[in-house]
Every structure is written in C-alpha cells, then in structure tokens.
C-alpha cells in the first residue's frame, strides 16, 4: 500500500500523541513528536539560564542554536521514540510543569521555528510519517495527505494531563495545570509566527466524549480511504 504523510495538529493535551503513536505502530510509519522537539530547546535555555521566571534572553538562545543538536532514537521497550539533545536521552526532562510553563516562549521565536521545521521536513520527506504539533498541517507538510486537527474542552485537557503528571509521581494542582492548558492555547492561537490553526482541508475530531480506540478506528478508516483512492 502507499505511504502517505498524515499531519496531526491541536490543542494541547488533546490526545494527539497516543493517536499518532497508535496510528505509526499499526501502519509501520514513523512517528515524530515536535512538541519535544520544542520541549528540547526549552530545556536547553532552562539549563543555560537563558529562560527564568524573570527574563527570557532571547538573542544568546538564537545565537546558540547551532550547537542544539537534536535527534530520536527508538526505544523498542516502550514502543516510541525518545528526545535526545547533544547525545543525551531527556525524555523524562521535557515532560515536567517547568518546561510546559515557558515552552511557548520558545516556539514563538521565529529562528528557533526555521531550524526545527527544516528538519521535520527532512525526516518527512520519504512519506509513511506521522507527525503531530501545531503547525504540521499548515506549515510543515502542507501537501498532506491527510490532516487531523483535535479538540476537546480546556477541562477535559487539564484533567487528563494532571492525571499524567499524578501517574508520574509529579506534585502539582488541578488549578495550576488549567492555568497552564489555557495560556498555553492562548500563546499557540495568537504568535504571529505560525500560529495553531486548522488547515482549511483538516477533519476536526473534538474527542472530549470519544475513546481512544473510537477516535483511532475512525482515523484509521480515513487512512484507508486516502490510500485507496491514490
Ligand atoms: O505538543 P506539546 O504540548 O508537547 O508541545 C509543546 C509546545 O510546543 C506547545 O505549547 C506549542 C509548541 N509547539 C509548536 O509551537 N509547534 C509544534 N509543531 C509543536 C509544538
């Protein structure tokens, strides 16, 4: 069957990585988070104090990005592939409240975006890609084949990334991560640089009241009815 390269944007914590992780195992495509990709450069200002509660120093970021090398390696244990930043697996490192709360800062940066879409095009380039993020469907892979765009209400979201955190033994409120989700929306929705919207020829999916397995089997059916019709 032919490859295609299918685009997964939305919100925050709308499930997009359990779908596209689910999509890329049972199609034998590629799966790429950008998300950590952004994740990574934040937690490479966090580490060079570049970004704090008080200041972000936008232009020694810029200046460094040459030396931000950033690359996946499948883990087979776990069935994805994992964020490593100079050789250095920090999957877990990207994952913390910390990072969440100024990731959007980063992503706003036009230069940071440049250097990580160049090499998602890249690794997208042989087709049989999954990749989620923001911009994918409008930016990235604009001639994808097939685009996902995913909604569920701020609650819902919040809910289900405080139950990640909790699972993680991660010590944080309800409220806190709410005010997270929605200032996270508000940033991704109004950057002038590539701001989150859907592409006009996405599918929308509000998976507020679908299950996992629902939203992947209708995915899936729009997946075969794509290749088919190439
Ligand atoms: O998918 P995520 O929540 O891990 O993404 C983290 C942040 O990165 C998100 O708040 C916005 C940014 N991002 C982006 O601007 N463009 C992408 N393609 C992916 C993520």
Redesign the pocket.
């Known amino acids: 069957m032919k490859k295609i390269t299918i685009a997964i944007d939305g919100f925050?914590?709308t499930g997009?990585?359990t779908l596209a992780k689910q999509l890329a195992q049972h199609l034998g495509y590629v799966y790429v988070?950008?998300?950590?990709?952004?994740?990574a450069v934040t937690f490479f200002a966090m580490q060079n104090g570049y970004i704090t509660k008080d200041f972000f120093d936008k232009q020694t970021l810029i200046n460094s990005l040459p030396y931000i090398k950033l690359h996946f390696v499948f883990n087979p244990d776990l069935g994805f592939a994992e964020m490593y930043l100079n050789d250095i697996n920090i999957e877990k490192e990207i994952r913390t409240l910390d990072v969440?709360n100024f990731?959007?800062l980063v992503?706003e940066v036009s230069e940071v975006?440049a250097k990580l879409v160049e090499q998602q095009q890249e690794m997208g380039k042989e087709k049989g890609i999954v990749m989620?993020?923001?911009?994918?469907g409008t930016v990235?892979f604009p001639s994808a084949e097939l685009k996902i765009f995913m909604t569920a209400s701020a609650q819902t979201r919040a809910q289900r990334r405080f139950d990640e955190l909790q699972g993680k033994g991660q010590e944080v409120s309800f409220e806190e991560v709410l005010k997270n989700v929605e200032g996270?929306d508000y940033?991704?929705t109004h950057r002038e640089d590539?701001p989150?919207r859907k592409a006009a020829d996405a599918i929308e999916i509000d998976n507020s009241y679908l299950t996992k397995d629902e939203q992947f089997n209708a995915v899936l059916e729009m997946v075969d009815e794509v290749t088919k019709s190439m």
Request: glycine share 8%.
């Open positions: 925050s914590s997009k990585s988070d950008t998300g950590a990709m952004y994740r969440s990731v959007s992503a975006r989620d993020g923001r911009d994918i990235v996270r940033i991704d590539s989150l």
